[in-house]
């Protein structure tokens, strides 16, 4: 059975502090990473991975796939209390569907 | 990319009645998705829609419970029927839209009392 798994499932910092996010797959016919940020009722595109090692940027947002060890981090520099969210990541397989992980709840304090 | 309209937004519903979501894309799509989030819990498919052919659902997902409808490539409908309170969650449309990430529907929120 395809599975994400993501931790921390909670993170508490303050504002200024640089967090990780991490994500893990088990997945056939994986297509593609993705990263989501959610704070109302649907989730925001962040970001899709399909190449191993490539980082992929925005702003203080960045995430980089590793294809060997199935894995993917989500970082967040310079925290603001505006990036206070749940984060998804979700893998694609080859039917398009999506396997979302159970998320991280990110809190960022002022 | 592709932009969805969703409602409703919100409803409140009693027990034992149906409540019918509905998707608008603004341009054609082949697939279309409908997932689920209950209550502090991650988002679960529910089926891929397809125009033209039956909805394929997920383990645990059965067409009697969630009748859905695509009557051509900018259109879909999701039913819960016969609701009861475990199905107060979150219903999500999305589509498979390549680079550019799957987009979502902007999400009815179901309270079933």
């Known amino acids: 059975e395809d599975k994400v798994v993501q931790s921390p499932l909670s993170l508490v910092v303050h504002e200024g502090d640089t967090v990780t996010l991490n994500c893990s797959y088990e997945?056939?016919?994986?297509?593609?990473l993705l990263w989501y940020k959610q704070e109302k009722k649907a989730p925001t595109f962040l970001f899709m991975l399909?190449?191993?090692?490539i980082e992929k940027k925005s702003g203080r947002l960045s995430s980089i796939l590793d294809k060997k060890e199935l894995s993917s981090i989500l970082n967040i520099t310079a925290t603001q209390t505006g990036d206070s969210a749940i984060y998804l990541c979700?893998?694609?397989?080859?039917?398009?569907?999506?396997?979302f992980g159970q998320g991280t709840r990110l809190t960022i304090n002022p | 990319s592709a932009v969805i309209s969703q409602k409703p937004s919100r409803d409140i519903c009693q027990r034992g009645t149906s409540l019918t979501i509905q998707c608008q894309v603004d341009?054609?799509?082949?697939?279309m998705f409908w997932y689920r989030q209950q209550p502090g819990q991650s988002l679960t498919l529910i089926a891929t829609?397809?125009?033209?052919?039956?909805?394929?659902?997920e383990s645990g997902f059965v067409i009697d419970k969630f009748p859905i409808s695509r009557p051509n490539l900018t259109f879909s409908t999701l039913t819960v029927s016969n609701m009861s309170p475990e199905d107060s969650s979150i219903y999500l449309c999305?589509?498979?839209?390549?680079?550019?990430?799957?987009?979502f529907g902007s999400g009815t929120r179901l309270t079933v009392v």
């Open positions: 979700a893998s694609s397989e080859g039917a398009q569907k999506l396997v």
């Open positions: 997945v056939t016919n994986f297509r593609s």
């Open positions: 399909t190449s191993s090692g």
């Open positions: 341009s054609q799509v082949t697939m």
């Open positions: 829609a397809n125009q033209g052919s039956e909805a394929t659902y």
């Open positions: 999305s589509l498979g839209t390549g680079g550019s990430g799957y987009t």
